[in-house]
Nanobody, 122 residues
Framework: QGKLVESGGGEVQAGGSLRLSCAAS????????MAWFRQAPGKAREFAAA????????YYADSVKGRFSISRDNAKNTVYLQMNNLKPEDTAVYYC???????????????WGQGTQVTVSS
């Protein structure tokens, strides 16, 4: 069945950058909308970014707009999240998610990765 595996998390100082990757397997990647969510300790999971099947449309939460960039490589079955100018409030577990066809900005995604930790120090 379908599986998503995140990588690229780690620890970085405020103002630094990280790039997260999410590799999909057992899925027809080209017909999936992809998204990134994040969850800080004691808080609800929240939407961060999403990208359409073709990569032509993207959406970002206001909290990350202008700093994060989502992209995809359908030939590699991989979606990326480039995170620049990181802030301590970006500290969270970041999850990759997928659903068929259309983007949504809530948690109605079919497939979820296990998450990767991002820690931003001050």
């Amino acid at each position: 069945q379908g599986k998503l595996v995140e990588s690229g998390g780690g620890e970085v100082q405020a103002g630094g950058s990280l790039r997260l990757s999410c590799a999909a397997s057992g899925l027809t990647f080209s017909i999936l909308a992809m998204a990134w969510f994040r969850q800080a300790p004691g808080k609800a999971r929240e939407f961060a970014a999403a990208i359409s099947m073709s990569g032509s449309t993207t959406y970002y939460a206001d909290s990350v707009k202008g700093r994060f960039s989502i992209s995809r490589d359908n030939a590699k079955n991989t979606v990326y999240l480039q995170m620049n100018n990181l802030k301590p409030e970006d500290t969270a577990v970041y999850y990759c998610a997928a659903r068929h066809l259309n983007i949504v900005t809530d948690d109605r995604y079919t497939y979820w990765g296990q998450g990767t930790q991002v820690t931003v120090s001050s």
